[in-house]
């Protein structure tokens, strides 16, 4: 499940599949066919009934082997969650905090995004030097005025977040197709509990074997 804040406020929680249409992305075609897929069913079905003259034992592991070589299925394949890869111990700055504080956390921490949380860790929004820069490349005569004002006071771009059950998979091809460096995670009440980096799935990689980006 992914959600959009603007400001704290959620405008969209839903599917990754909506979230593409909703930013009228065209999403990428899964590699596998869904066990749910109504061509599978029949052809599982079909294998079933050619199977019944045999022992029904032996019909029903023959059935399930033909359905999952169709359907693709890796019975062997553990399906990560986002909350298992995620960054927990997370570094935040509060909204009413000066963007010059942002900039020199950002710096402190030598992390490339930073979330923007209000009062009880509610996700605002998100930062990182690029953004920092955009604002005060748009007043650069007040630069230091800039530098001191809340972050509440700019106008935050939304961010994407993701829920702590999300397939990990799903995460990775939403931040590559929406070209996001790091994904805040994000529970129901709206609180964060964790973020995930482009350095968080490349240590992921190295450290899970078993790991698959890409179903």
């Not at 599978?40 to 032996?58: G, P, V």
């Not at 702590?164 to 990775?172: G, T, Y």
């Not at 790091?182 to 009440?189: K, L, M, R, S």
Request: glycine residues 2%; proline residues 3%.
């Amino acid at each position: 499940m992914f959600a959009i804040y603007n400001k704290g406020n959620v405008g969209f929680r839903s599917t990754a599949d909506n979230l593409y249409e909703l930013k009228n992305l065209e999403a990428p075609n899964e590699a596998r066919l869904k066990p749910d897929d109504d061509t599978l069913f029949q052809n599982y079905l079909d294998n079933e009934e050619k199977n019944k003259k045999q022992s029904n034992n032996q019909a029903q592991n023959e059935a399930v082997k033909a359905y999952e070589k169709m359907a693709n299925l890796d019975t062997l394949e553990e399906v990560y969650q986002v909350q298992d890869l995620m960054t927990k111990n997370i570094i935040y700055i509060n909204s009413n905090a000066t963007l010059n504080e942002a900039y020199e956390l950002l710096k402190d921490k030598q992390v490339s995004h930073i979330p923007i949380v209000s009062f009880g860790k509610k996700i605002v929004g998100l930062i990182d030097k690029k953004l920092i820069l955009n604002y005060l490349i748009e007043d650069l005569d007040n630069s230091k005025d800039i530098l001191q004002r809340k972050l509440e006071d700019f106008y935050l771009p939304e961010v994407i977040t993701a829920d702590p059950s999300a397939d990990i998979r799903s995460v990775c091809k939403v931040m590559l197709d929406f070209k996001l460096g790091a994904i805040p995670i994000v529970n129901e009440e709206d609180i964060i509990v964790g973020i995930v980096s482009k350095t968080d799935i490349i240590k992921a990689v190295s450290h899970l074997p078993k790991l698959q980006l890409w179903s």
